[in-house]
């Protein structure tokens, strides 16, 4: 069985910043891309920035030049560091990853924590 945990989420005032962290754990052989995707309330979840294990990364264009995706595959973590924070940035934000579980015979599963919200507002 394999884990995500999220933690970092709070209470920030427009223009701040907050650095989200996302701990892998389980039986993990192998973490492929990973990810962060953010849900506002009434909206559909959206791509706020993936990153590969070999470090490339997208961007949605809205946190583009504001947010900083980066990952430790030695710790099985991945972060998101947030800067120049907006009202709109409030939503729940998850943290997914695409796993090989050990013993799998390498077949990928995508996984997801439970959530951390962000409150930008002054």
């Known amino acids: 069985q394999v884990q995500l945990v999220e933690s970092g989420g709070g209470l920030v005032q427009p223009g701040g910043s907050l650095t989200l962290s996302c701990a892998a754990s389980g039986s993990i052989f192998r973490i492929d891309a990973m990810g962060w995707y953010r849900q506002a309330p009434g909206k559909e979840r959206e791509l706020v920035a993936t990153i590969t294990r070999g470090a490339n990364k997208k961007y949605a264009d809205s946190v583009k030049g504001r947010f900083t995706i980066s990952r430790d595959n030695v710790k099985n973590m991945v972060y998101l560091q947030m800067n120049s924070l907006k009202p709109e940035d409030t939503a729940a934000y998850y943290c997914?990853?695409?796993?090989?579980?050990?013993?799998?015979?390498?077949?990928?599963?995508?996984?997801w924590g439970q959530g951390t919200r962000v409150t930008v507002s002054s």
């Open positions: 997914n990853a695409d796993v090989v579980a050990s013993g799998s015979s390498w077949s990928v599963s995508a996984y």
